[in-house]
């Protein structure tokens, strides 16, 4: 057993040969998730993590901790039953917008709302991709996909509002090839009393290439993206060209600010991690190309975990009544024997 400060990322990459598209962004996933757990001081064997079917859901096989490779939309049940019986673990669930969003929205809504002490990594690259490339529920509108020949005719979820919706007490964004932002977000969801809600923006190369470019381009970054930073004014672009969002009766515009100009006085918005969940929806509700995309982290709030709660009614529960015995239960009331 090696302890936790004596970890380093060799300690968390597995013998099995990485088998992703070349070009995929869960490369870069999976090698900043790999840099970040050393610096947890967590065990090695604390660490569990759980996925369900799709691209994403090869991560176990890659991290030389333990895992589940679960079934398709399921992990958040897993990670629920492994949470609750082993609250000292540290559980990451991996999961895709077509596994969490799709066949899986009803038990990651549930997961959510329960406020499980786990972090929970959407890969978000807007297409099935093991299944070559069909639509899946964050596909844009009129997407050609293999499903959808005529363009999809559903509208698309946003796993940001998604997240919020469900009451998650962490939500934030990041992006593939921002690697130093990727771990700083991770960071930041494993530090979280509760859960973690992480929406990474991965790009697919097979099947939907560049859905992502504008935000992934260093070149076109500063103008697409608004990095979130608490406290600080919600100002994005390059010197020369900076812009801010004001809030007017409730609805977000962008406004220009000249370079010497103090934000706060044209009404330029200060981002508050804890803000009423009103403000988190509004700052969710930015969306290209009339607004930059927001990353970092939306909301952070406090809230009883299930697994607290579960244990202390399991405790008042022995207290009141004993520990119990299953063979007196079973045998309790009315029985039958069934004989030949």
Known sequence: MTAASDLSRKDFVTDQD????????DYSVLANVQRVMPELGVPRENFVFVSGIGCSSRFPYYMNTFGFHTIHGRAPAFATGIKASRPELSVWIVTGDGDG????GNHLLHAI????????????NRVYGLTKGQYSPTSLLGMRTKTSPQGSIDHPIDPITFALGSGATFVARTIDVDANHMQDMLKRAHQHKGT???????????????????????????DTALVLKHDRPLVFGVPGR?????????IP?????????DPTSRGVVIHD?????????????????DFPLPVGVLRETEKACYEDMLSAEVDQAMAERGRGDLAELLHSGDTWTVED
Request: proline content about 6%; overall charge negative; hydrophobic content about 40%.
């Open 196 to 222: 973690a809600f992480i929406e990474i923006l991965q790009n697919c190369p097979v099947f939907n290439d560049d859905t992502w470019e504008e935000l992934e381009s260093r070149k076109s970054r500063s």
């Open 253 to 261: 515009k962008v406004i220009e600010l000249g370079d010497d100009e």
């Open 242 to 250: 900076l812009k801010g969002i004001v809030l007017e009766h409730g």
């Open 101 to 104: 969003l799709s066949i899986g």
């Open 18 to 25: 990485v088998r992703w598209c070349p070009g995929c962004g």
């Open 273 to 289: 991690e804890a803000a009423p969940p009103s403000y988190s929806f509004a700052l969710a509700s930015l969306a290209r190309p």
């Open 113 to 124: 709302r329960r406020n499980l002490d786990v972090q929970i990594l959407l890969f978000n």
